[in-house]
């Protein structure tokens, strides 16, 4: 595996998360610069995205570099049968970077093992999605002015949604709080509470999307129920619609209080929140074309 690739957020430690935030606030001064200069980039993209593929690319784009790949794995020859190992390993061929998101879990670590390029991992399946966290890292930052002592909610699909799970995973080194609100179907996975608490990171869970909940969040981070990972689709229908803020659920947040979501919302904000000074998911979305551009100068080794 080459080590400049970012398969899970573990990979990078508290010194390393800094640094690349402080890379990305220098890309936000200047997303221009033509540091990519001969490189090419691939982006396989094995599931739908519109921010991670297209902030990706806009973000090499941005650094001089250029870009191949594809946003729809049946245009590929993997609709005929090519394994991911051989795509892989064709792509490595071609390419200095392989950016891949795939619909299975642990895909991304696969990929690394095959080849000598780096991997950059934007998501896989419900385990992991590193280059989400560093820009939620980046959004919390820039709201907050501190990522230490934070108290961060997390509602909606907290059982498949990987960007919580990469997010609880890199607070570790920053003294949070959080509190898991979600249906006891969609809860959180024993092995992330088991981390917490081997981590030392205090948590709550609540089923009841409560104002004192609410009011006494710094950071309230909604996450869609994503139809795709049920294998049922009654059972979706069950819980898909258990959590909605709406701007009448506001009026006692703290004054710092910022609102995420990593995107695409379908009903868990209303278009109401929208001009809420809360509201902060369209900039959330901004910050990842920085956040991507510093962890793509990291997995090439470019010196920002
Ligand atoms: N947040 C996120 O991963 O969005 P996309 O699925 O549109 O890439």
Known sequence: MNTNSLVSISDIGRDEILKLLETARQFEENPNRRLLE????????????????????????RLGG???GFSDANTTSSSKGETLKDTIKM??????LIIMRHYLEGAARYASEVTDVPIINAGDGANQHPSQTMLDLYSIY??????ENLTITLVGDLKYGRTVHSLIMAMRYF????????CKELGMPIEYKIFCEENGIKYTEHTDFSPEVINSSDIIYMTRVQRERFADIMEYEKVKDLYNLNNSMLGGAKENMKILHPLPRVNEIAQDVDDNPHAYYFEQARN?????QALICRALGIEV
Request: without cysteine; proline residues 4%; hydrophobic residues 40%.
């Open 91 to 96: 792509v490595s061929n071609y390419v200095d």
């Open 38 to 61: 001969g490189k090419v980039v691939a982006t396989l993209f094995f599931e739908p995205s519109t921010r991670t593929r297209l902030s990706f690319e806009t973000a090499v784009n």
């Open 142 to 147: 820039k709201t907050q002015g501190t990522l």
């Open 66 to 68: 250029r870009v191949i």
């Open 288 to 292: 990842g074309l920085y956040a991507r």
């Open 175 to 182: 003294n949070p709080e959080f509190r898991f609100v979600a």
